[in-house]
């Protein structure tokens, strides 16, 4: 289906995140990490979001989510269904209708077992064998449901907080990197749930690195760079030497890829990793 049949879902237009930070001890300035990011996402669309370390993919995520820092400065419109985003809707919509696999394991709770807190927010009558299902389809044993976060290995955690995202009703679901380091079947595994989702309907935000494994099922890619969006170009742009890529630097991107000409060069000055 093409994008002008599918309903929009979630517009982010002119994002600007800035943070007070105190100089000299009373003198402030802001700096601002996010200066012009859009990005749009329709129902069962999947968009990518790709960019080097620290052009802001997770600030955009977190923005979505309304859980920046309490000093953050956050401007521009998020809307979602059509309706401007305030901060007690992020709030509501948080954790129910939109789901957040977050990039670092550190947003587990570290006193409570991980079987617990994938149970959160799953309905009482079901909660454990839902958690039990989805810990044996994401490679977990039904035992580590009793461990706590510092008692399993980091791909373990990965495991388990993708868990947490797989939820009745979820309408967007925001990825951010869920797939470092991980084992190449789970890697098929986390994939494929993606794109579950999608196929039921829901619009999903893959931030990722990695490229080629985004592109797999990606429908679209947002490229961001220094926290301005470049580029938002189809998935099947990305082919050949790039010709049908807007943006020089999406361009060398692709290009830098081993599949393509792998310029060594580029990876360490620009590149994605
Ligand atoms: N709380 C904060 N205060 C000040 N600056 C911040 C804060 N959080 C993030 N930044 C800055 O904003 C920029 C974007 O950060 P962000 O975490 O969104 O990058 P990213 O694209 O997710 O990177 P990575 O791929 O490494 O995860 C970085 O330069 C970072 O230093
Ligand atoms: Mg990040």
């Keep these: 289906m093409s994008n002008t049949q599918k309903k929009l879902l979630l517009q982010v237009e002119n994002l600007s995140i800035g943070f ?21 996402i329709h129902e ?72 617990k807190q994938v149970q959160i927010g799953l309905d009482k ?21 009793k461990l706590y976060p510092h008692e399993l290995s980091g791909g373990m955690l990965r495991r388990v907080l993708f868990a947490t995202s797989v939820r009745k009703g979820v309408r967007l679901v925001i990825a951010d990197e869920p797939t470092p380091g991980i084992h190449p079947a789970l890697l098929a595994e986390i994939l494929k749930q993606l794109e579950q989702f ?17 592109l797999e099922i990606a429908d679209r890619v947002a490229v961001i760079r220094d926290g301005r969006t470049i580029e938002i170009s189809d998935a099947e742009a990305f082919e050949g030497k790039g010709e049908r890529l807007k943006n020089e ?3 060398r991107l692709w290009r830098a890829l081993p599949q393509n000409d792998f310029d060594l060069e580029f990876q360490g000055k620009g590149g994605l990793t």
């Design 20 to 40: 007070t930070q105190y100089v000299k001890g009373t003198e402030q300035r802001v700096i601002r990490p996010i200066s012009d990011l859009q990005v749009d």
């Design 44 to 115: 069962g669309e999947i968009v990518a979001v790709v960019g080097a370390s620290g052009s802001g993919k997770s600030l955009l995520a977190h923005a979505v989510l309304g859980i920046l820092p309490g000093n953050a400065i956050c401007e521009g419109e998020i809307r979602y269904r059509g309706e401007t985003m305030t901060d007690e809707r992020k709030a509501k919509l948080r954790g129910r209708e939109i789901s957040f696999i977050p990039q670092s394991v550190n947003y587990l709770d570290p006193l409570m077992t991980v079987g």
């Design 125 to 145: 009558n079901e909660a454990t064998r839902v958690q039990q299902a989805l810990f044996q389809q994401y490679g977990l044993k039904k035992s580590d449901g």
């Design 198 to 214: 999608a196929k039921e309907g829901a619009g999903v935000m893959l931030i990722t690195h990695d490229l080629m494994s985004a």
């Design 249 to 251: 630097y999406t361009q």
